[in-house]
């Protein structure tokens, strides 16, 4: 039997498929339905109902980027995707910038590529090693 998602977890999936789907229509520039389909037949959607991925903890344009990789790649790395979720967490958490500001330094600075090169080894290290790796790497590129 499915395990029960927790009620947080229940109240904020609505909004967190709304936001995605308002995202999806906006980037890929799908009619409601359409963009329904497009989220419900991935495994990033089967991923962001499982409670103990706490997918729906990243935003809406994180999900949509995880969901354009599974499209692209037609598949999902599940270990990776927890990879890049703890690594947005603590660096947010390191450099005391909300989410969003996170985000948009892990995409212009393309840090998601260096983490997925990366993946094998960075995996392995610490906490303060990864996020110090991070930081650096940012700020190499700026």
Not at 48 to 70: H, R
Not at 79 to 89: R, V
Request: glycine share 2%; charged share 30%.
């Amino acid at each position: 039997m499915p395990q029960q998602n927790s009620t947080v977890e229940t109240a904020i999936m609505p909004f967190k498929i709304q936001q995605l789907i308002e995202i999806i229509m906006d980037k890929k520039h799908l009619a409601c339905e359409d963009a329904f389909d497009y989220l419900y037949s991935s495994d990033c959607y089967k991923l962001l109902m499982q409670e103990d991925a706490k997918l729906w903890y990243m935003s809406g344009l994180g999900i949509y980027e995880l969901l354009e990789e599974e499209k692209q790649t037609k598949q999902i790395n599940p270990q990776l995707l927890l990879f890049f979720a703890f690594c947005l967490e603590r660096y947010k958490d390191f450099s005391r910038l909300p989410a969003e500001e996170v985000l948009f330094a892990f995409r212009k600075y393309h840090v998601f590529d260096y983490l997925r090169e990366g993946f094998d080894v960075l995996h392995t290290q610490g906490e303060n090693y990864i996020v110090n790796d991070i930081d650096e790497f940012i700020k190499a590129r700026k």
